[in-house]
């Protein structure tokens, strides 16, 4: 779903696929969410702690967070865009909890590779 091709050819961009899982992840859509990502998508926590390691092991996660959320809703603050990286600063609603970070994404080959989350 993420790497869709326009009637020019030309693939997403690295923001127009992260936008995407935010928008899936808004709609507690996990098989939309998930397909943005790669197959070895590594998750870590700022600055090197591997916190999750392929596709599998973060649909578990992800599965339990979004079925845990009557209330789900992430706002972009601010995005910055360098080359294949997106550094977003979010603003996320989880129930009745409202909480902040920032995450970096990597772009390869029309998937999210990897994200880092400062918190």
């Known amino acids: 779903l993420c790497l869709f091709v326009s009637a020019l050819g030309s693939a997403q961009t690295a923001e127009q696929i992260v936008q995407k899982q935010v928008e899936a992840y808004n709609q ?3 098989d939309a969410f998930m397909d943005c990502y790669s197959d070895d ?3 870590y ?3 090197h702690t591997l916190d999750v ?3 599998a092991k973060m649909r578990e996660q992800y599965a339990q967070f ?3 959320a009557q209330t789900l809703h992430c706002t972009i603050v ?3 865009v360098k080359g294949n990286r ?3 600063e979010e603003s996320v609603q989880y129930n009745t909890t409202t909480f902040s ?3 970096i994404y990597e772009v390869k080959d029309g998937k999210i590779i990897s994200v880092t989350f400062l918190n």
């Open 28 to 30: 507690k859509n996990l």
């Open 41 to 43: 998508v590594k998750i």
């Open 45 to 47: 926590t700022f600055p």
């Open 53 to 55: 390691e392929g596709k």
């Open 66 to 68: 979004f079925n845990g």
């Open 78 to 80: 601010k995005r910055i």
């Open 86 to 88: 997106i550094i977003d």
């Open 101 to 103: 970070g920032v995450a």
